[in-house]
């Protein structure tokens, strides 16, 4: 079993900053990606950014430029620093982690976190 731990979420004024963590821990042999879903009150959740394990990122195309994804391997880590926050920004973000458990296994498991508010005010 995966555990992911989320921190970094709060309250910040339009054009502020915030930066998420989330630390994954548990029975991992080898983590594929690494990634950030938001879900906004009556929307779908979606991709905010996601990092494979060979450094490839993916970020949607309302954060680019505004956000980075970023990863300490040797920590199971992963941090999505946000700039210049805007109100559409506000959202539950989840941390996503895709790994393999052990040797041998075709295709990974995916966890989720809990979940960490971001509310942007205006």
């Known amino acids: 079993q995966v555990q992911l731990e989320e921190s970094g979420g709060g309250l910040v004024q339009a054009g502020g900053s915030l930066r998420l963590s989330c630390a994954a821990s548990?029975?991992?042999?080898?983590?594929?990606?690494m990634g950030w879903y938001r879900q906004a009150p009556g929307k779908q959740r979606e991709l905010v950014a996601s990092?494979?394990?060979?450094?490839?990122?993916n970020y949607a195309d309302s954060v680019k430029g505004r956000f980075t994804i970023s990863r300490d391997s040797a920590k199971n880590t992963v941090h999505l620093q946000m700039n210049n926050l805007k109100p559409e920004d506000t959202a539950v973000y989840y941390c996503?982690?895709?790994?393999?458990?052990?040797?041998?296994?075709?295709?990974?498991?995916?966890?989720w976190g809990q979940g960490t508010q971001v509310t942007v005010s205006s």
């Open positions: 996503n982690v895709q790994c393999f458990t052990r040797p041998g296994e075709i295709l990974p498991y995916n966890y």
């Open positions: 548990g029975t991992i042999f080898r983590i594929y990606s």
């Open positions: 990092m494979v394990s060979g450094g490839s990122t």
